[in-house]
């Protein structure tokens, strides 16, 4: 819990330190009601000698996110993210679930394009079945910063593009056994690309 504040501090000091007043993306005062979607699928084949296995999984991300501008360029708020895994074999189905508060600010670029940076800290709990034995309890406590583009297309609407993830976790697994490790990610490829938008009023 200390290196999850001690990464949340950190980004807090940094866009404090690159704020610049002369431009505005978003003035203060707006209430922004927004959210990322995302879709994935994946299908494996797997021989060994004799056996062969076909499975085919379907992700799917929905994080909506109400949000507050107290200050130019500046949003808090608090979001929810829901996450569906359809796996195509015998155990089924799994749901996620998780909260967290949130903070981002836009760098202005042109008049209507900012490049923004998001911090959250975030619960994340998910139940995962197992058709051989007891279901497992999944569990992360994460800092996370996620860089990413804004265009305006309207002075309500913006269209927001995340193109990668720093992520500090710690992450508990609890089912026959029980798991606890830290972990540090990295990750600018297609599985943390996220569309979305938020809308302002």
Known sequence: ????????????????????????????????????FSFSSLNSNTSYYEFATDSDAINLEVSPNLTYSFSDNWLVGVGLRYTYTNLDN??????????????????PI?????????GSIEYFHKKIPYSG??????????????????????????FEVNTGLLRYAKIKEEGEGRTEFDRF????????FQLGGIFFF
């Not at 406590?141 to 609407?157: E, T």
Request: charged fraction near 25%; proline fraction near 2%.
């Open 1 to 36: 819990m200390k290196r999850l504040l001690f990464l949340a501090a950190i980004l807090l000091s940094q866009l404090s330190y690159a704020q610049e007043k002369s431009e505005i993306f978003i003035e203060k005062g707006r209430w922004g009601l927004g959210g990322h």
């Open 90 to 107: 015998e155990e089924g189905s799994v749901h996620g679930i998780g909260i967290a508060p949130t903070i981002q600010r836009y760098f």
């Open 110 to 118: 042109f008049d209507k394009l900012a490049f923004n940076l998001k």
């Open 133 to 158: 034995g007891e279901d497992a309890i999944y569990k992360r406590y994460s800092a996370n910063i996620r860089p990413g583009f804004s265009y305006l297309i309207h002075k309500r609407f913006a």
């Open 185 to 192: 990610r990295v990750d600018f490829g297609l599985s943390n």
